[in-house]
C-alpha cells in the first residue's frame, strides 16, 4: 500500500466516526456545498437570531411605549360620572332663624333637615393640566431607562459577539492543525516505512521500529482529533449563528486579520468608555440624578384647568325619571395644589438617591479600571506568546530539516533510527506546543478586543 492511499484511507476513517456528523462537516475541502461565513456575518447572523437577543430587543420596544404613555399625560381627561345615592339618615344642620324672623328671639334655632331620601348626579368632567414639572421630569427618567435597556441589550450583543469569535477561531485553528497533522503524517509514514525497510532487512531493532510506529500512530491520531474537534466546533458555532437545519448545513470560514491590522488594533489607545456595561453603569448613575429631580418636581405645586358639566336629581322616592327634580350643574375653573406636609421624609429619600448616584460612580470606575487591567494583561501576554511563537515557527522548521536530514541518513545507514524517532517525536511535542499557543494568541488578542473596548470591529465595520 503506497503512501497516498494510504492518507486517504485513514482521512475515510476519520470521516466514519461521527457518521452523521462527519456527512454534514467532514473536511472535503470542495466549495460544492459549504457555504463560506465571514467573522462579521457570523456575529450578525447571531444578534439576529438568539433567543435572548431577541427578548432583549422586545424589552426596547416596551421602554419606548412605556415613554410614549407618559406623553398623555398632558392631554385633556375627561370622565363620565355617574353616581345614585339613598340617604336613609339625612343630614341635618342648625339654623338661626332669629336671624331671618324677628317675631323670634335672636338667638333663637331651629333644627332642619337638609337634602332628600333619594339623589343621582351625572356629567362630564375636564381637567387639562397645565403646570406640572412631574411629568416632564417622569419622561426624563423613562427616556434614560430606555438608554439603560438599550446598553443592558448592547452587553448582551457584545458577550455574545465574543463568544461567536471565539468559536470561528477555534474553527480556524483547527483547520491548520488538520493541515498540519496530514503533513505530519505523510512525515512519519515516510520514517516508518524506511524503518520497515530496514527492520525486513534484519539491519533493524523490532523496539525502534515500533518507536517509528508508535510516532506514525500519534500524528494519525493527531489529525483524528483534529477532525472531530473541527466538526465539534462547526456544530457549536452553527448552533450559535441560528441555524436550523444543522445537519445539514456546512461552512467555511473566512478569517481575516492581517498581521499588521492585529499590530494596528493593539497600537491604538484602549477606549472603555465604548463598553456597554461601563455605559449602562454610567446612565444608573444619571437616572438616579433624574429622580432626585423626578422626587423634587412631586412637591411644587400644580396648576390644572378643571370643568364640570352635568345635572342632580333630587327625590323622596325612588324615581329616576321624575319630572321637574333635575336640576342642571356646571363649573369651570383652576384648581392649583401646593403639598404642605408629605407624610414621608424627603430630606432621607434625598440622601437615598444621592447615595445610589455615587455607588453607581464607584462602580463605573471600578468596573472600567478593571478592564483597563485585563486589556492591559492580555496585551502583554500577547507579546509574550507572539514572541514564543516566533521561535517555535523557527524550531519546527529547523526540526522538520533535521528530519529530512536524518531519514536520508538512515536510508544511507549514515545515521541511527533512535535518533530520527526521537527527533520526529521531538517535533510533534513542539507542533503541540506551537498549535496550543496559536489558541492562546487569538483568546488574548479576543480579550484585548473585549477589555479595550473595540470588540465592535468584528462586526461593525
Do not use: C
Not at 492543525?177 to 505523510?186: P, V
Not at 500524528?219 to 445539514?248: H, M, P, W
Not at 517535533?427 to 496559536?438: F, G, P, T, V, Y
Amino acid at each position: 500500500m503506497n503512501r497516498e492511499h494510504y492518507l486517504v484511507n485513514i482521512y475515510h476513517a476519520a470521516r466514519h466516526w461521527h457518521v452523521t456528523i462527519a456527512l454534514l462537516l467532514a473536511i472535503q475541502y470542495s466549495a460544492g456545498a459549504q457555504e463560506v461565513l465571514t467573522l462579521s456575518q457570523a456575529i450578525n447572523n447571531a444578534i439576529a437570531n438568539r433567543k435572548n437577543v431577541l427578548a432583549g430587543k422586545s424589552d426596547q420596544v416596551i421602554r419606548k411605549l412605556q415613554t410614549d404613555a407618559l406623553y398623555r399625560k398632558y392631554w385633556p381627561q375627561v370622565n363620565v360620572e355617574y353616581t345614585y345615592l339613598y340617604n336613609p339618615i339625612l343630614q341635618t344642620s342648625i339654623l338661626p332663624i332669629g336671624v331671618f324672623n324677628p317675631s323670634y328671639p335672636a338667638d333663637a334655632t331651629k333644627n332642619i333637615q337638609f337634602g332628600t331620601k333619594w339623589s343621582q348626579t351625572a356629567g362630564l368632567t375636564l381637567n387639562q393640566p397645565l403646570i406640572d414639572v412631574s411629568i416632564n421630569r417622569q419622561i426624563n427618567e423613562a427616556k434614560l431607562q430606555e438608554r439603560i435597556t438599550a446598553a443592558s441589550q448592547a452587553q448582551t450583543e457584545y458577550d455574545l459577539a465574543y463568544t461567536v469569535a471565539q468559536a470561528y477561531f477555534e474553527i480556524n485553528l483547527q483547520e491548520t492543525k488538520i493541515r498540519s497533522a496530514i503533513t505530519d503524517t505523510s512525515r512519519t509514514w515516510i520514517s516508518y516505512q524506511l524503518l520497515q525497510n530496514k527492520f525486513e532487512q534484519k539491519r533493524l531493532l523490532k523496539s525502534e521500529l515500533n518507536k517509528s510506529r508508535i510516532n506514525h500512530n500519534n500524528a494519525i491520531q493527531q489529525y483524528r482529533n483534529a477532525v472531530s474537534q473541527l466538526i465539534e466546533d462547526k456544530v457549536y458555532l452553527l448552533f450559535l449563528i441560528g441555524k436550523n437545519d444543522i445537519e445539514n448545513s456546512d461552512i467555511i470560514v473566512d478569517t481575516a486579520f492581517s498581521k499588521s491590522e492585529q499590530l494596528s488594533i493593539l497600537n491604538a489607545q484602549p477606549n472603555v468608555s465604548n463598553i456597554p456595561e461601563i455605559q449602562q453603569l454610567q446612565f444608573k448613575s444619571d437616572l438616579t440624578a433624574i429622580q432626585t429631580k423626578t422626587e423634587k418636581a412631586r412637591y411644587l405645586p400644580t396648576i390644572s384647568a378643571k370643568g364640570f358639566i352635568g345635572a342632580n336629581q333630587y327625590t323622596n322616592n325612588f324615581d329616576p325619571f321624575a319630572a321637574n327634580s333635575w336640576f342642571g350643574l356646571s363649573y369651570v375653573g383652576i384648581d392649583l395644589k401646593y403639598p404642605l406636609l408629605f407624610g414621608e421624609d424627603k430630606h432621607k429619600k434625598m440622601q437615598q438617591l444621592q447615595l445610589q448616584s455615587t455607588q453607581y460612580y464607584q462602580q463605573k470606575d471600578d468596573r472600567a479600571a478593571q478592564y483597563f487591567k485585563d486589556g492591559l494583561i492580555a496585551k502583554i501576554r500577547i507579546e509574550q506568546v507572539l514572541s514564543q511563537l516566533k521561535m517555535e515557527e523557527e524550531n519546527i522548521a529547523l526540526s522538520i530539516e533535521s528530519i529530512s536530514i536524518f531519514q536520508a541518513r538512515v536510508s544511507e545507514g549514515q545515521e541511527s533510527s533512535s535518533n530520527l524517532n526521537t527527533e520526529e517525536a521531538d517535533l510533534q511535542k513542539l507542533e503541540a506546543n506551537h498549535q496550543s499557543n496559536r489558541r492562546q494568541y487569538w483568546l488574548y488578542f479576543l480579550d484585548y478586543l473585549k477589555a479595550s473596548g473595540k470588540l465592535e470591529i468584528l462586526w461593525k465595520q
